[in-house]
């Protein structure tokens, strides 16, 4: 399913490239490890080869997909989302990037950027939008071979006023 060298997602922490895979004796047993590259951070990530179905790893979308990713970010939510109290929108907001599906990452991103123009974001409401980001520019640095300020610019022309 995965090998070395794969451009993959990984939930809740951006996408990454394997780098290799390594053995590691947990409790008497033998356990292989994926070693992901975070693109963003530059972090080191090791998930076992066994988890990495249950915690939604995926490979990167294609160029194609990132054209419906940009259709989610043209559009404008409705404002319906306001009447929804704070602490349940946050959980709305954190279930759909958990998913792993970039085209509801994208879709937070979106609301909470517009929301932000509309109003001030909570407290928690701006970290959730920098993690949303963060999931998403990783994505496209890899989709589209960008560095991190090229992706920041692609996403911004977004949001211009």
Known sequence: MFAVGDKIVYPMHGAGVIVEVEEKKIDGRVVEYFI??????????????????KVGVRHIVDKKALSQVEEVLKERPENKIQSITW????????????????LDVAAVVRTLCVQEDIKKLSTGERRLLNTAKHILLSEVMLVRAFDENKSEEWLMQFFVK
């Not at 992901?36 to 179905?53: A, D, F, G």
């Not at 959980?91 to 759909?96: E, H, I, M, V």
């Open 87 to 102: 602490n349940r929108r946050f959980n709305l907001y954190l279930d759909k990037m958990k998913s792993g599906n970039i």
């Open 36 to 53: 992901l590259r975070m693109m963003q951070s530059n972090m080191k990530v090791m998930i076992p080869k066994e988890n990495v179905e």
